[in-house]
Antibody
Framework: EVQLVESGGDLVQPGGSLRLSCAASGISFSGHWMSWVRQAPGKGLEWVAN????????NYVDSVKGRFTISRDNAKNSLYLQMNRLRAEDTAVYYCARDRETLFDYWGQGTLVTVSS | DIVVTQTPLSLSVTPGQPASISCKSS???????????FYWYLQKPGQPPQLLIY???NRFSGVPDRFSGSGSGTDFTLKISRVEAEDVGVYYC?????????FGQGTKLEIK
């Protein structure tokens, strides 16, 4: 059974940092790109970042470049998103998803990040 | 960035009736290899999105055949032949022709 389980979401002050994790099982984790996609409360979907199989290639949406870093640990079947200099507009549910380089076929349930003072 | 414009933003449909959602992309999504990188997702209430259709018209595993996708280039349509209660949620289209991947605004489908 495919499982992607995100964790690490929390309430954080503007300018603060947070690290999200995604634990994968049942999806041949090391063989696939992975992505983070976010959804602000009551809003649509926004792709945030992706990373290739061995972590040597990363891509980001412009709004998070220089502030967020995606990484992975294939030995632990885990994906991460280090978020620094957080802003109110980063408030969202963050989903990890298996990235087949053109589509997302499996998604986690998401973890909520709230940036507020 | 490629902008994907979805219409309508909401739909109210009687069970058993058809429904149609359209998406228009600001650039062609036809790749040089002949594939078109356009997708449909459904986000049911309280759930993450789930893949319905890939590359315009291919149903993902387990998706009922009442869902069909069509279109080419910049204009695409999702049709539900006979809406059922379990189809409620928000439908999103997405392009993967170039990064960043971008989604339409979403179409909320409700049952009358």
């Amino acid at each position: 059974e495919v499982q992607l389980v995100e964790s690490g979401g929390d309430l954080v002050q503007p300018g603060g940092s947070l690290r999200l994790s995604c634990a994968a099982s049942g999806i041949s984790f090391s063989g696939h790109w992975m992505s983070w996609v976010r959804q602000a409360p009551g809003k649509g979907l926004e792709w945030v970042a992706n990373i290739n199989q061995d972590g040597s290639d990363e891509n980001y949406v412009d709004s998070v470049k220089g502030r967020f870093t995606i990484s992975r640990d294939n030995a632990k079947n885990s994906l991460y998103l280090q978020m620094n200099r957080l802003r109110a507009e980063d408030t969202a549910v963050y989903y990890c998803a298996r990235d087949r380089e053109t589509l997302f076929d499996y998604w986690g349930q998401g973890t909520l990040v709230t940036v507020s003072s | 960035d490629i902008v994907v414009t979805q219409t309508p933003l909401s739909l109210s449909v009687t069970p058993g009736q058809p429904a149609s959602i359209s998406c228009k992309s600001s650039q062609s999504l036809l790749n040089s290899d002949g594939k078109t990188f356009f997708y449909w997702y459904l986000q049911k209430p309280g759930q993450p999105p789930q893949l319905l259709i890939y590359e315009v018209s291919n149903r993902f595993s387990g998706v009922p055949d009442r869902f069909s996708g069509s279109g080419s280039g910049t204009d695409f349509t999702l049709k539900i032949s006979r809406v059922e209660a379990e189809d409620v949620g928000v439908y999103y289209c997405m392009q993967s022709m170039q990064l960043p991947r971008t989604f339409g605004q979403g179409t909320k489908l409700e049952i009358k």
